[in-house]
Nanobody, 124 residues
Framework: QMQLVESGGGLVQAGGSLRLSCAGS????????MGWFRRAPGKEREYVAA????????HYADFVKGRFTISRDNAKNTVYLQMNSLKPEDTAVYYC?????????????????WGQGTQVTVSS
């Protein structure tokens, strides 16, 4: 089992920034593709971004391109999501997830382990 713990959520005004962190333990972190997902009130969970084992390949959902950056530090067993130019529609619970297979995953079902989530609220 891998345990994932997110942190860094909070309340921010529109146009502001937040950096989410997700710390992994229990497995070899560098063996896992990592992803970020989010669930807004009343909506399905949706894909945000993913990063390869080494960090040299990243992918983003269209609605965050140019605003969010995913990165990882395998020495610290941590993946990050830097969120800039936040909008009220970015309000959601953000989850990190780990995928134990080759290739980035863009769907929830492709991930094996999940964190408990961290709330991000963007006020207008």
């Amino acid at each position: 089992q891998m345990q994932l713990v997110e942190s860094g959520g909070g309340l921010v005004q529109a146009g502001g920034s937040l950096r989410l962190s997700c710390a992994g333990s229990g497995r070899t972190f560098s063996n896992y593709v990592m992803g970020w997902f989010r669930r807004a009130p009343g909506k399905e969970r949706e894909y945000v971004a993913a990063i390869s084992w080494s960090g040299d390949t990243t992918h983003y959902a269209d609605f965050v391109k140019g605003r969010f950056t995913i990165s990882r530090d395998n020495a610290k067993n941590t993946v990050y999501l830097q969120m800039n130019s936040l909008k009220p529609e970015d309000t959601a619970v953000y989850y990190c997830a780990a995928r134990g297979y080759y290739g980035l995953g863009y769907e929830s079902r492709q991930y094996d382990y999940w964190g408990q989530g961290t709330q991000v609220t963007v006020s207008s």
